[in-house]
Protein backbone atom coordinates (compact mmCIF):
# COMPACT_ATOMS: atom_id res chain seq x y z
CA UNK A 1 0.00 0.00 0.00
CA UNK A 2 1.35 3.80 -0.79
CA UNK A 3 0.94 6.55 1.42
CA UNK A 4 0.91 9.74 0.07
CA UNK A 5 -0.46 11.78 2.57
CA UNK A 6 1.78 14.72 3.83
CA UNK A 7 3.45 14.12 7.32
CA UNK A 8 3.49 17.74 8.09
CA UNK A 9 -0.64 18.00 8.07
CA UNK A 10 -0.46 17.25 11.83
CA UNK A 11 0.56 20.80 12.51
CA UNK A 12 0.03 24.49 11.13
CA UNK A 13 4.03 24.92 10.95
CA UNK A 14 7.21 22.90 10.70
CA UNK A 15 8.37 22.22 14.51
CA UNK A 16 12.06 21.70 13.11
CA UNK A 17 14.98 22.78 13.65
CA UNK A 18 14.98 21.63 16.97
CA UNK A 19 18.22 23.94 18.93
CA UNK A 20 19.66 22.43 22.21
CA UNK A 21 22.08 25.18 23.52
CA UNK A 22 24.32 24.23 26.47
CA UNK A 23 21.18 22.19 27.45
CA UNK A 24 22.28 20.06 30.46
CA UNK A 25 20.41 18.26 33.28
CA UNK A 26 21.38 17.60 36.81
CA UNK A 27 19.08 15.74 39.69
CA UNK A 28 19.85 15.17 43.34
CA UNK A 29 23.33 17.00 42.73
CA UNK A 30 24.62 14.57 39.89
CA UNK A 31 25.01 16.05 36.06
CA UNK A 32 23.91 13.47 33.55
CA UNK A 33 23.87 16.04 30.68
CA UNK A 34 26.62 18.66 30.36
CA UNK A 35 26.50 21.63 27.62
CA UNK A 36 24.87 19.92 24.69
CA UNK A 37 24.83 22.25 21.64
CA UNK A 38 23.43 21.23 18.53
CA UNK A 39 20.89 21.62 15.68
CA UNK A 40 18.40 18.73 14.94
CA UNK A 41 17.30 19.37 11.12
CA UNK A 42 13.89 18.41 9.66
CA UNK A 43 14.49 15.40 7.06
CA UNK A 44 17.44 13.54 8.41
CA UNK A 45 18.52 10.38 10.34
CA UNK A 46 20.61 11.51 13.21
CA UNK A 47 21.86 8.37 15.40
CA UNK A 48 22.70 8.96 18.54
CA UNK A 49 25.40 6.37 20.31
CA UNK A 50 27.74 6.06 23.34
CA UNK A 51 28.65 3.46 25.99
CA UNK A 52 26.14 2.60 28.57
CA UNK A 53 25.40 5.31 30.39
CA UNK A 54 26.73 7.76 28.11
CA UNK A 55 23.04 9.63 28.50
CA UNK A 56 21.32 8.18 25.20
CA UNK A 57 18.29 7.54 26.19
CA UNK A 58 17.81 11.33 29.00
CA UNK A 59 19.09 13.37 25.83
CA UNK A 60 16.16 11.83 23.70
CA UNK A 61 13.87 12.71 27.14
CA UNK A 62 14.83 16.05 26.90
CA UNK A 63 14.62 16.70 23.18
CA UNK A 64 11.11 15.15 23.48
CA UNK A 65 10.11 17.38 26.46
CA UNK A 66 9.88 14.39 29.32
CA UNK A 67 12.31 16.10 31.09
CA UNK A 68 12.80 20.03 30.67
CA UNK A 69 16.75 21.09 31.04
CA UNK A 70 18.50 22.21 34.26
CA UNK A 71 20.85 24.34 32.26
CA UNK A 72 20.38 26.09 28.49
CA UNK A 73 17.77 25.62 26.24
CA UNK A 74 15.88 23.25 23.89
CA UNK A 75 14.31 25.42 21.47
CA UNK A 76 11.88 24.64 18.54
CA UNK A 77 11.12 26.53 15.44
CA UNK A 78 8.13 28.61 16.11
CA UNK A 79 8.93 28.90 19.91
CA UNK A 80 6.52 25.99 20.64
CA UNK A 81 6.72 22.10 20.81
CA UNK A 82 3.38 21.20 19.82
CA UNK A 83 2.95 17.39 21.05
CA UNK A 84 0.84 16.14 18.15
CA UNK A 85 3.80 16.72 16.07
CA UNK A 86 6.21 14.82 17.79
CA UNK A 87 6.10 10.94 18.97
CA UNK A 88 8.35 8.87 20.57
CA UNK A 89 8.92 5.41 21.14
CA UNK A 90 10.57 3.30 24.10
CA UNK A 91 12.79 0.58 24.06
CA UNK A 92 10.15 -1.02 26.04
CA UNK A 93 6.87 -0.72 24.29
CA UNK A 94 4.29 1.42 26.35
CA UNK A 95 1.04 -0.38 25.09
CA UNK A 96 -2.64 0.07 26.41
CA UNK A 97 -4.74 -2.97 28.05
CA UNK A 98 -6.86 -2.71 24.87
CA UNK A 99 -6.72 -4.38 21.39
CA UNK A 100 -4.49 -3.25 18.71
CA UNK A 101 -7.08 -1.53 16.99
CA UNK A 102 -7.86 0.24 20.25
CA UNK A 103 -4.07 0.95 20.86
CA UNK A 104 -4.39 2.71 16.96
CA UNK A 105 -7.21 4.42 17.76
CA UNK A 106 -6.68 6.15 21.20
CA UNK A 107 -4.03 8.90 20.58
CA UNK A 108 -6.07 10.03 17.47
CA UNK A 109 -9.17 10.01 19.42
CA UNK A 110 -6.84 12.87 21.91
CA UNK A 111 -5.83 14.20 19.01
CA UNK A 112 -9.85 15.17 18.27
CA UNK A 113 -10.02 13.07 15.29
CA UNK A 114 -13.66 13.04 14.48
CA UNK A 115 -14.55 9.11 14.62
CA UNK A 116 -14.91 8.05 10.93
CA UNK A 117 -11.50 9.45 10.46
CA UNK A 118 -10.39 7.66 13.23
CA UNK A 119 -11.46 4.22 11.76
CA UNK A 120 -10.54 5.15 8.31
CA UNK A 121 -6.74 6.11 9.58
CA UNK A 122 -6.69 2.73 11.76
CA UNK A 123 -7.46 0.61 9.05
CA UNK A 124 -4.83 2.17 6.98
CA UNK A 125 -2.31 1.91 9.82
CA UNK A 126 -3.67 -1.52 10.30
CA UNK A 127 -3.39 -2.74 6.68
CA UNK A 128 0.26 -0.56 5.92
CA UNK A 129 1.96 -2.33 8.51
CA UNK A 130 0.55 -5.79 8.09
CA UNK A 131 -1.53 -5.88 11.65
CA UNK A 132 -4.57 -6.65 10.12
CA UNK A 133 -4.67 -10.03 11.53
CA UNK A 134 -3.91 -8.72 15.17
CA UNK A 135 -6.12 -5.93 15.49
CA UNK A 136 -9.01 -7.58 17.76
CA UNK A 137 -5.51 -9.17 19.74
CA UNK A 138 -4.90 -7.44 23.14
CA UNK A 139 -1.84 -5.85 22.53
CA UNK A 140 -0.04 -7.01 25.83
CA UNK A 141 -0.55 -10.33 24.63
CA UNK A 142 1.35 -9.75 21.52
CA UNK A 143 5.07 -10.68 20.48
CA UNK A 144 8.31 -8.47 21.35
CA UNK A 145 8.53 -7.70 17.66
CA UNK A 146 4.88 -7.23 17.24
CA UNK A 147 4.46 -4.86 20.17
CA UNK A 148 7.46 -2.89 19.09
CA UNK A 149 6.00 -2.85 15.38
CA UNK A 150 2.25 -1.83 16.93
CA UNK A 151 3.94 1.05 18.91
CA UNK A 152 5.77 2.40 15.94
CA UNK A 153 2.71 2.15 13.61
CA UNK A 154 0.86 4.00 16.45
CA UNK A 155 3.12 6.46 16.30
CA UNK A 156 3.45 6.67 12.29
CA UNK A 157 -0.77 6.98 12.82
CA UNK A 158 -0.01 10.21 14.50
CA UNK A 159 1.68 11.90 11.52
CA UNK A 160 4.53 13.39 13.43
CA UNK A 161 7.41 15.61 12.11
CA UNK A 162 10.11 13.99 13.97
CA UNK A 163 10.34 10.34 15.70
CA UNK A 164 12.21 9.71 18.41
CA UNK A 165 13.16 5.93 19.28
CA UNK A 166 15.40 4.56 21.78
CA UNK A 167 16.68 1.67 20.94
CA UNK A 168 13.84 0.14 19.70
CA UNK A 169 15.26 -3.07 18.44
CA UNK A 170 17.53 -4.01 21.72
CA UNK A 171 15.57 -6.59 22.57
CA UNK A 172 14.44 -7.92 18.97
CA UNK A 173 15.85 -11.03 16.95
CA UNK A 174 17.20 -10.65 13.64
CA UNK A 175 13.83 -10.69 11.74
CA UNK A 176 11.97 -8.45 13.88
CA UNK A 177 14.89 -6.13 13.65
CA UNK A 178 15.04 -5.93 9.77
CA UNK A 179 11.23 -5.27 10.01
CA UNK A 180 12.00 -2.20 12.51
CA UNK A 181 14.68 -1.19 10.70
CA UNK A 182 12.18 -1.32 7.19
CA UNK A 183 9.70 0.59 9.39
CA UNK A 184 12.46 3.41 10.18
CA UNK A 185 13.20 3.64 6.88
CA UNK A 186 10.40 4.01 5.55
CA UNK A 187 9.46 7.00 7.75
CA UNK A 188 12.56 8.80 6.79
CA UNK A 189 11.50 8.42 3.12
CA UNK A 190 8.17 9.74 4.04
CA UNK A 191 9.79 13.23 5.29
CA UNK A 192 9.57 12.10 9.11
CA UNK A 193 12.79 12.94 10.93
CA UNK A 194 14.32 10.23 12.88
CA UNK A 195 16.33 11.15 15.99
CA UNK A 196 17.48 7.05 17.47
CA UNK A 197 20.01 5.55 19.81
CA UNK A 198 20.99 2.71 19.46
CA UNK A 199 24.25 0.89 20.52
CA UNK A 200 24.38 -1.86 17.67
CA UNK A 201 27.27 -0.25 15.19
CA UNK A 202 25.85 -2.48 12.14
CA UNK A 203 22.40 -0.94 12.73
CA UNK A 204 23.72 2.68 12.83
CA UNK A 205 25.81 2.24 9.66
CA UNK A 206 22.54 0.86 7.92
CA UNK A 207 20.76 4.10 9.40
CA UNK A 208 22.44 7.01 10.32
CA UNK A 209 22.43 10.12 8.07
CA UNK A 210 24.51 11.62 11.26
CA UNK A 211 25.80 10.61 13.96
CA UNK A 212 25.76 12.32 17.72
CA UNK A 213 27.91 10.39 20.23
CA UNK A 214 27.92 11.20 23.92
CA UNK A 215 30.27 10.40 26.57
CA UNK A 216 30.02 10.71 30.28
CA UNK A 217 26.91 13.33 29.43
CA UNK A 218 28.97 15.10 26.99
CA UNK A 219 28.50 15.42 23.18
CA UNK A 220 31.68 15.06 21.86
CA UNK A 221 31.06 14.57 18.44
CA UNK A 222 28.39 15.34 16.29
CA UNK A 223 28.86 14.91 11.96
CA UNK A 224 28.26 13.40 8.93
CA UNK A 225 27.57 9.17 9.43
CA UNK A 226 29.97 8.91 6.86
CA UNK A 227 32.75 11.19 8.41
CA UNK A 228 31.96 9.56 12.41
CA UNK A 229 32.41 5.98 11.10
CA UNK A 230 35.72 6.53 8.70
CA UNK A 231 37.07 9.39 10.77
CA UNK A 232 36.56 9.77 14.04
CA UNK A 233 37.78 12.68 15.55
CA UNK A 234 38.23 11.89 19.56
CA UNK A 235 39.80 8.62 21.26
CA UNK A 236 36.72 7.66 23.07
CA UNK A 237 34.47 7.16 19.66
CA UNK A 238 37.70 5.55 18.25
CA UNK A 239 37.58 3.20 21.03
CA UNK A 240 33.84 2.84 21.03
CA UNK A 241 33.83 1.77 17.25
CA UNK A 242 37.28 -0.79 17.96
CA UNK A 243 34.70 -2.55 20.82
CA UNK A 244 36.59 -1.37 23.45
CA UNK A 245 35.33 -0.40 27.09
CA UNK A 246 35.24 3.12 27.58
CA UNK A 247 34.42 4.86 30.92
Known sequence: MTDTRDPLCSADAPILPLSLKGAGYTVAGQTLLQDITLRIEAGRRLIVMGANGAGKSLFLRL?????????????????????????????????????????????LTLMGLARAARRETVEQTLERFGLSALANRPARLLSGGEQQRLALARAWAMRPQVLFLDEPCSALDPSATRIIEAMVAQFSEEGITIVMTTHNLGQARRLAEQVAFLHRGRLIEHCSAAKFFAVPETPEARAFLAGDLIW
Open 63 to 107: CHGLIAPTAGHCDWANGAARPQAQAMVFQRPVLLRRSVAANLEYP
